[in-house]
């Protein structure tokens, strides 16, 4: 099943590559954009994901109505993770796809057209990058870099955001902001960054990367510890097991 998925995946990533005349519209909530590619990438990967797993649900960033992501299996697809990177031509997005079974994640795929770079994992099966183990870095939170999403569309997190950011920025090295949230978890898997974090996101944007985040030895909660929810937006506090611990022993989103 894991093959025939990544061949879906890195299709719709040449869907991607291939974009011209790209027409773009709004959607709720400010510089949050769809254009007609996400919606033709979105088509094109339901149509084969389901013939790969009929009995799945499919629960996708453009649908209107979300199919049940906690009972059965189900597909949780983000066609173009960073809409408003692909609308800039910055060519930092991916496609993020993920199959959870009965809530919990069993194989994520997250695929950079742009680098051809696939992250992918299944679980407890390890985590790789276009066919090569990877691992999260045993650098300490002081040690480390971080990234994070700004949330973007929720104008009220704001504040709270550059405040944990500060502190972070007393604690580590430096931060980067890319605007994938898919990305920004296989960095860290890759040991490319050692923590990241949201105050909000969709189950779309995190589902791909979390399992491989996890397959390769780091974690991902909420920014209280608790766990993510596939059903609905959280918060996500994502890292290495060093930096990931130390963010919620010094309680940074107090």
Same mark, same amino acid.
């Given at each position: 099943?894991?093959?025939?998925?990544?061949?879906?995946?890195?299709?719709?990533?040449?869907?991607?590559?291939?974009?011209?005349?790209?027409?773009?519209?709004?959607?709720?909530?400010?510089?949050?954009?769809?254009?007609?590619?996400?919606?033709?990438?979105?088509?094109?990967?339901?149509?084969?994901?389901?013939?790969?797993?009929?009995?799945?649900?499919?629960?996708?960033?453009?649908?209107?109505?979300?199919?049940?992501?906690?009972?059965?299996?189900?597909?949780?697809?983000?066609?173009?993770?960073?809409t408003a990177n692909f609308v800039r031509g910055m060519k930092h997005s991916a496609v993020s796809v993920a199959l959870a079974r009965d809530g919990v994640l069993i194989l994520g795929?997250?695929?950079?057209?742009?680098?051809?770079?696939?992250?992918? %994992?299944?679980?407890?099966?390890? $985590?790789?990058?276009?066919? *090569?183990?990877?691992?999260? &870095?045993?650098? /300490? !939170?002081?040690?480390?870099?971080?990234?994070?999403?700004?949330?973007?569309?929720?104008?009220?997190?704001?504040?709270?955001?550059?405040?944990?950011?500060?502190?972070?920025?007393?604690?580590?090295?430096?931060?980067?902001?890319?605007?994938?949230?898919?990305?920004?978890?296989?960095?860290?898997?890759?040991?490319?960054?050692?923590?990241?974090?949201?105050?909000?996101?969709?189950?779309?944007?995190?589902?791909?990367? %979390?399992?491989?985040?996890?397959? $390769?030895?780091?974690?991902? *909660?909420?920014?209280?510890? &608790?766990?993510? /929810? !596939?059903?609905?937006?959280?918060?996500?506090?994502?890292?290495?097991?060093?930096?990931?611990?130390?963010?919620?022993?010094?309680?940074?989103?107090?």
């Open positions: 099943m894991l093959y025939p998925i990544l061949d879906a995946v890195r299709e719709a990533g040449q869907i991607i590559l291939s974009a011209h005349d790209v027409q773009v519209s709004s959607k709720e909530g400010i510089g949050n954009f769809v254009t007609t590619y996400d919606v033709k990438v979105q088509s094109f990967l339901r149509e084969k994901l389901l013939s790969i797993v009929p009995n799945a649900h499919f629960v996708g960033e453009e649908d209107k109505v979300h199919d049940d992501a906690l009972h059965g299996l189900a597909f949780i697809v983000d066609p173009i993770d960073c795929a997250v695929y950079n057209p742009y680098r051809d770079e696939m992250f992918y %994992a299944e679980l407890g099966k390890g $985590a790789f990058l276009n066919g *090569t183990p990877i691992h999260v &870095s045993d650098r /300490t !939170l002081s040690e480390g870099v971080f990234c994070i999403g700004t949330s973007p569309y929720h104008r009220s997190l704001r504040e709270r955001t550059m405040t944990i950011a500060g502190r972070l920025m007393e604690r580590m090295q430096d931060l980067r902001r890319f605007g994938s949230a898919a990305l920004d978890l296989t960095d860290i898997a890759c040991g490319r960054v050692e923590l990241g974090f949201e105050c909000i996101l969709q189950p779309w944007d995190f589902a791909g990367g %979390a399992i491989i985040l996890t397959e $390769a030895g780091g974690r991902i *909660t909420q920014l209280d510890g &608790s766990p993510i /929810t !596939l059903d609905r937006p959280c918060s996500i506090l994502s890292g290495n097991p060093l930096a990931h611990s130390a963010f919620l022993e010094e309680n940074l989103a107090k």
